[in-house]
């Protein structure tokens, strides 16, 4: 089991750009929860998947920002356009029916 | 918005002491996990306490939780440097909704 992997580990762009952030979870897992960690605001749940349906996206801060889950093994989170306070490293987990979740390494974003 | 703090927010240590960290929250749960970050890392989960449990233990590991206080406690006992790490306390309102905690960062000196 390789683990919920997340693409590209660094990612480095202009304000404006569009960033797409890439996540493969876990076989067989069917949640799927992207969320932002910054120093100032923490770990924040931005948006989360059942069945590859949006539970609750609550989390997700402006309009910029759109998640997608089109089959149960991959999913992408979408910023368009970017700007400097996006900047923080947004993790990706899944989990199994409500089990505890398991962690992607990351995607580190920064914004100029 | 954050459901969890910790505190302490910073904790440094000698191996061989024990760590003990505190996580409070606002509102009625379905049950209370711990993860730990190393450094450059994705969270990894280290035990999970159901609301109806008041104490569990996993290795060096003992958590505490009184839903009556809205708090919760991780004890590392015997710590060792690689321990060094964040660890951070998730509630879970519904069965898959996970909100954490701002986090303790654990220093321990060889």
């Known amino acids: 089991d390789a683990g919920v992997i997340q693409s590209p580990r660094h990612e480095v762009t202009e304000m404006g750009q569009e960033v797409t952030l890439r996540c493969k979870p876990i076989s067989g897992h069917n949640s799927l929860f992207w969320y932002r960690q910054t120093m100032m605001r923490g770990l924040e749940l931005l948006i989360y998947f059942n069945n590859n349906v949006p539970i609750d996206d609550s989390g997700m801060p402006e309009d910029r920002f759109s998640a997608k889950m089109p089959n149960a093994s991959f999913s992408t989170l979408k910023i368009q356009p970017s700007e400097p306070r996006d900047s923080a490293v947004y993790f990706c987990?899944?989990?199994?029916?409500?089990?505890?979740?398991?962690f992607g390494n990351g995607t580190r974003l920064t914004v100029t | 918005s954050q459901q969890g703090e910790e505190d302490p927010q910073a904790l440094s240590i000698q191996e061989g002491e024990n760590a003990t960290m505190n996580c409070s929250y606002k509102?009625?749960?379905?049950?209370l996990q711990w993860y730990r970050q190393n450094s450059g890392r994705g969270l990894v989960h280290l035990i999970l306490i159901r609301s109806n449990e008041r104490e569990k233990h996993s290795g060096r590991l003992r958590v505490t939780l009184d839903t009556s206080k809205k708090s919760s406690s991780l004890l590392i006992t015997a710590s060792r440097a690689a321990d060094t790490a964040s660890y951070f306390c998730a509630t879970a309102v519904y069965t898959d909704k996970l909100i954490f905690g701002t986090g303790t960062r654990l220093q321990v000196f060889p």
């Open positions: 987990a899944s989990s199994h029916r409500g089990s505890p979740l398991h």
């Open positions: 509102t009625s749960i379905n049950n």
